[in-house]
C-alpha cells in the first residue's frame, strides 16, 4: 500500500510539474552587439529597447517599439512566449500587453515612431501633463495605429 501511494504521489507530481505554465524574462542588452531585427541598428538607446522571447528560448531585439511592432505583425503568435519593453518612467522591462503607451510626433525614440511605454495609466498621464502633449495609447491600438515616417 506504502509503494502505491509513493508512485501515485510521484505521477502526480510528474503532471503538475509538465502542466505548469513556463514564464519567459527578457534579458540584457549588449549595445555592443545587438542589432535590431527591423532596421539593423545597433540597440545603442537602451532605454527605448524591445524585445521578443520566443517559446523556443530564440529572442529577437529592437531599437524602438514601433520596429517591434512591426515585426509582431508578421510573426505566428503561437511562437511567440512574451515580448517587453523598456519603460519611459523607470527604466524596467514591461510586458508589452501591460504597459499604457503614449504617442507625440514630437517625442525623439531612435526610429522617430515617437511612442513612450509606461509603466502605468497614471505615470503616463503625468509625463502628457508634464510635457503638455501627447495621445495616449493601449497595446491593442499600437497595431492599427498610423506611425507616419518613421526613418
Known amino acids: 500500500m506504502k509503494w502505491k501511494t509513493l508512485i501515485l504521489l510521484f505521477l502526480f507530481s ?3 510539474i509538465g502542466c505548469s505554465e513556463k514564464t519567459y524574462e527578457p534579458r540584457e542588452i549588449n549595445a555592443e552587439t545587438d542589432i535590431c531585427k527591423v532596421c539593423n541598428m545597433g540597440i545603442t538607446h537602451e ?3 524591445a524585445q ?3 517559446k523556443n528560448g530564440d529572442y529577437e531585439v529592437f531599437d524602438d ?3 517591434l511592432i512591426e515585426f509582431m505583425k508578421d510573426v505566428d503568435e503561437s511562437e511567440v512566449g512574451a515580448a517587453f519593453i523598456k519603460s519611459a518612467d523607470g527604466n524596467e522591462w514591461l510586458p508589452v ?3 499604457t503607451y503614449v504617442y507625440s510626433k514630437d517625442y ?3 526610429m522617430n515612431y515617437g511612442v513612450l511605454a509606461f509603466s502605468s495609466k497614471d505615470a503616463a498621464e503625468q509625463y502628457m501633463k508634464e510635457n503638455s502633449e501627447g495621445e495616449r495609447l ?3 491600438q499600437l497595431y492599427d495605429f498610423k506611425w ?4
Open 65 to 67: 517599439l514601433g520596429c
Open 14 to 16: 510528474v503532471l503538475l
Open 97 to 99: 500587453e501591460e504597459a
Open 148 to 151: 507616419g515616417i518613421h526613418h
Open 138 to 140: 493601449t497595446y491593442e
Open 47 to 49: 532605454d527605448y529597447a
Open 52 to 54: 521578443l522571447v520566443f
Open 108 to 110: 525623439w525614440t531612435p
